[in-house]
């Protein structure tokens, strides 16, 4: 017969519920052999015989085995494990032998031995027993074997899990993992129902196995725990049980035991959080550090290739992989089998979206499978690869080895003269990109460019003057492709920035109306339109421009007047009048508008990428 524990959710006590009544407050210093102290406020005293191993303690709510032997003030035993050889197993909270020695046991640690005295209240009170007199204090000698941790997964009682053995310290896995568990389960009477033997299945958590309560303990665990669990129908088969062919079929309403082990998992990462570019890691990498944008890839055989074009921090990685398609066939092999490895820059195009994602999140000596949808694969176009011809729509998996890789240098970690010569570079990248109308690409080295020289509280003289020039001329740059990227709100947070520190710089005044426009803040680009105008009264561009606000306005003015005529129907006959007046114009300088918008995007700030090319 399978022996079911009786839980009572009470005894099963929270971690983060504060500290128990009686427990030694972590605070205190530890006993010494030989030393006595009062737990908590209760009278319970503690007295320490022998030294436990390790740091750990039981719980509320766990079986716990203890050897014991009870005495009276008078020194007679009345009761005794010892002299049996026998361990009693008890449930920490229950007082299955005096409700006071369960908040004793509780500040035990392995192998330790204790002697505790217990005030009547918390012994056997006003009435004694059989050889305790009432009120009587009483000393127990506790000796702590072992204990089994009693855990209630889902706080209900419905699943009940004793961790006969603990795992590792990796773990628990996640929705997305592989897990691969070895599990007997049976009925209340012993019959087994199912059984994976020793070499145990694997599934991924997300797609569920045998009942709901196997995958919800699974959750729970790590690498290496061994587990028991005691399900309720709830969790297992409910009112509607199992059948099968091969293994006794699960009445309704079962109850189950279930042995199980968390034999191993690999983690699978959500690399692009829509489920389209996923990770499974097949071996672990070393340490937390992983590759990160402008790193060069090749392979350990060969020799190092270092990107240092310019200082400009770029890297070089150690990159293995073979491209399969879902059927298997093999259509790509980079540094395997003597092919020579893919050399590539990240994030800048040379591979396909998602392996290029992917490796970015690699460690060091990584072995990882990459499954890519076609939305960052090669998309919908049917593509001819060194071995094989990739269909259109394919979803392709790739197997890939991190090497090795070297992080490029941190802004802090240059030299002043490095960092200009950096930034400058990064800047001259952007600037390719946006003529080639790359314009994500390029806000992002305008970005980083702007981070190498983006403190200059410790330059002086020439190099302060080019610091202050390449900022600007990022952020103007940067500004601009915000434009061409309709996103507004970045562009006047980057002209804003110039305007900090350059309160008249037209480029910037121009750009920032540019986006107030965008945004339908019209008073906001009056001011600013303003401003250039006065800055520079002959510049064509901000004519262009304040014939385009015109137009807006004279719009907005013309939707509040059919407002106010919907609003106020005794007045139609002024507000179509107003309205008349207003769109006087419009049709001339609507081209116009059209035209100052793309001449104010059309280009970066060239003055400024000269004078850092001089640099």
């Known amino acids: 017969m399978v022996e079911f524990s009786k839980v009572n959710l009470k005894d099963i006590e929270e971690d983060d519920e504060g500290e128990e009544e009686g427990e030694e407050v972590e605070s205190a210093p530890p006993l010494k052999v030989g030393e006595e102290r009062e737990i908590g406020s209760n009278g319970l005293k503690k007295k320490l015989m022998k030294r436990g191993l390790n740091w750990e303690t039981p719980q509320f709510g766990d079986e716990v085995t203890v050897h014991y032997v009870g005495s009276l003030s008078d020194g007679s035993i009345f009761i005794s494990t010892r002299a049996s050889n026998e361990p009693f197993t008890l449930k920490l909270g229950r007082g299955d032998i005096v409700i006071g020695l369960d908040h004793g046991i509780v500040t035990m640690r392995r192998g330790e031995v204790a002697l505790f005295t217990l005030p009547p209240e918390l012994a056997y009170g006003a009435s004694g027993r059989a050889g305790i007199p009432p009120n009587a204090v009483v000393q127990l000698e506790v000796e702590l074997l072992s204990w089994i941790t009693v855990v209630d997964v889902c706080k209900d009682g419905g699943i009940i899990k004793k961790i006969l053995e603990n795992g590792e310290q990796i773990g628990p896995p996640g929705d997305l993992d592989e897990v691969r568990v070895n599990y007997k389960a049976m009925l209340v009477d012993g019959t087994i129902v199912a059984d994976t033997r020793d070499e145990g299945v694997e599934f991924y958590i997300k797609d569920g196995h045998f009942c709901p309560a196997l995958v919800k303990a699974i959750k729970t665990m790590k690498k290496g725990e061994r587990v028991n669990l005691v399900v ?64 060069a890839v090749t392979d350990r055989n060969y020799l190092w290739i270092t990107k240092c074009r310019c200082n400009s921090g770029s890297v070089s990685l150690l990159v293995r992989y073979k491209a399969m398609l879902e059927d298997g066939t093999v259509f790509e092999r980079k540094g395997i089998d003597g092919e020579q490895p893919l050399e590539f820059i990240t994030d800048e195009e040379q591979t396909i979206v998602g392996l290029d994602r992917a490796v970015s999140t690699m460690k060091k000596n990584e072995y990882a499978l990459v499954t890519i949808s076609p939305e960052y694969g090669f998309g919908s176009t049917e593509v001819k690869q060194d071995l094989a011809v990739v269909p259109p729509s394919s979803t392709i998996l790739y197997e890939v080895e991190m090497l090795d890789f070297v992080r490029e240098k941190a802004p802090w970690e240059m030299s002043n003269a490095e960092r200009i010569e950096a930034a400058a570079w990064k800047k001259e990248e952007g600037n390719q990109l ?182």
């Open 434 to 615: 946006f003529k080639n109308g790359k314009y994500q690409r390029a806000a992002k080295k305008y970005d980083k460019a702007a981070d190498y020289v983006g403190e200059d509280g410790y330059l002086t003289g020439d190099d302060e003057k080019v610091v202050k020039s390449l900022r600007v001329s990022c952020w103007l740059n940067g500004a601009a492709c915000s434009l061409k990227l309709n996103n507004f709100g970045e562009a006047i947070n980057l002209c804003s920035k110039i305007l900090d520190v350059e309160s008249c710089n037209v480029k910037a005044l121009y750009r920032r109306a540019q986006a107030y426009m965008g945004i339908s803040e019209l008073h906001s680009a009056e001011m600013d339109i303003k401003r250039a105008s006065e800055a520079d009264p002959h510049n064509r561009e901000i004519k262009l421009i304040q014939k385009s606000l015109k137009q807006l306005q004279a719009e907005s003015n013309r939707r509040d007047a059919k407002l106010y005529k919907a609003m106020f129907p005794s007045t139609s006959k002024d507000a179509s009048t107003a309205a008349k007046r207003l769109k006087t114009g419009e049709d001339d300088t609507r081209d116009e508008y059209v035209s100052a918008m793309e001449a104010g995007n059309a280009s970066v700030d060239q003055a400024a990428s000269d004078t850092t090319a001089k640099t």
């Open 232 to 295: 309720q129908p709830q969790y297992g088969f409910g009112e509607v049980g199992k059948k099968s062919n091969e293994l006794p079929s699960i009445p309704p309403k079962s109850t189950l035991s279930i042995s199980a082990e968390l034999l191993s998992f690999k983690r699978v990462i959500d690399i692009t959080g829509d489920l389209k570019v996923k990770k499974k890691v097949l071996r672990e990498g070393e340490g937390t550090v992983t590759a990160n944008e402008g790193a």
